[in-house]
Every structure is written in C-alpha cells, then in structure tokens.
C-alpha cells in the first residue's frame, strides 16, 4: 500500500507533477523527457513520481487529459454565452486563442503529436480532440445563422485552430511571422460568413 498523502502540499504534487510533465513534453518531446528531470522540476523524487503516476506514458496521458478537459470546459462556456451567434463564435475563437496563450506548452504537445508517428499520444489525442471538434461542429452547424453558403464547416473550424496553434507553438517568432497582432478573429469571422459580416 503506498503512503498517505499528509499535507495540502502534497495534495498539490499531482498538479506539480502535470505543471513539470506539460513543460518537459513540450520542451523535448515524449521520447527524450526523462521522469527524474521532471520530478527534480516538480521538487520530488522519481519515486515519489512514480507513487503518482506508474509510467511516463501515464503521466503524458493525464496532462494531455487535463488539457483537454480544461480547453473543453472553457469552450463549452464560450458556446453557452446569451449572445447572438457571432459573438459567441468571436468568444470561442477567443478562448481557444487566450488558452493557448497562457498555456503555450499545451500547443506544442499538440504539434509534437501530430508530427510523431511514434508518440504515445495519438490515441489520447483522438480520444480527446474528436468528441470536442464534433461538440464545435454540432454548434456552428445548429446555431450558425448567416455562415457563407456551402461552407464545409468541420474544415474551417480546424483551419482556424490549426492557425492558433501554430501561432502559440511558435514561441518567439510570432511578432516576426504573424507581426503584433493577433486576427485569429479577424479571420474566422471572413472564412465563416465571408467579407460583408468580417469587419473588426
């Protein structure tokens, strides 16, 4: 039987533990993140660790899970707003942005994962990003009023985060590349009801 939990520091350690695991995956990927660099960065022993979580593929599936559920409860609020549609589509291309910018780790996961044909996290990512693009896709297809005509809506919308994230897993290039300002709006509101409703 592993030893209690004695203290409300240590009931945060799973959180530290995520916090760690988020920046070394981001940082390095999955293969080369080691479990005692991410306990020494949570202030635990590898040990210790591994009271929390068995495996390093354990532990990457529990931050890709908490990413996901975070990102989702934040979009469902976004979608639930009492406004008209099109500012509730404004707030999830906002919040979706906004997420990503204080998590920019959780970006370049994301990217990580799309890229590896050998990373742990497909499956997860599947798992998590399927059931949220179809809650986003039933919204913009039973509440949209005024999208342009024939829009393959399920295209757009991962044209639109597809933009966002690469933006957020850019780092320091985004000034040089994107320049100071973000038109994640700016654009998801031309590609979804075309130039005479995409004005700032």
């Known amino acids: 039987m592993g030893r209690p939990l004695a203290d409300a520091d240590a009931l945060a350690t799973p959180e530290r533990l995520l916090d760690a695991a988020e920046q070394g995956f981001a940082r390095m990927g999955f293969g080369a993140t080691r479990l005692e660099d991410i306990a020494a960065a949570a202030g635990i022993r590898r040990s210790s660790l591994l009271y929390h979580y068995a495996s390093k593929s354990s532990l990457y599936a529990a931050v890709v899970r908490r990413t996901f559920a975070r990102l989702g409860a934040a979009l469902m609020q976004a979608m639930a707003r009492k406004v008209d549609f099109t500012e509730r589509l404004d707030g999830v291309v906002t919040t979706y942005a906004r997420f990503l910018e204080d998590h920019p780790a959780h970006a370049t996961i994301l990217v990580r994962e799309l890229i590896d044909a050998e990373g742990p996290g497909r499956e997860i990512l599947l798992d998590e990003v399927v059931p949220l693009l179809d809650v986003i896709e039933r919204f913009v297809r039973v509440e949209g009023h005024g999208l342009v005509a024939g829009l393959p809506v399920r295209a757009a919308i991962l ?17 040089p590349l994107w320049g100071p300002v973000d038109h994640a709006g700016q654009l998801a509101r031309l590609l979804f009801f075309g130039p005479s409703r995409s004005e700032v």
């Not at 994230?165 to 290039?173: H, P, Y």
């Open 159 to 175: 044209q639109c985060a597809s933009g966002i994230v690469l933006r957020s897993a850019a780092g320091a290039l985004q000034g």
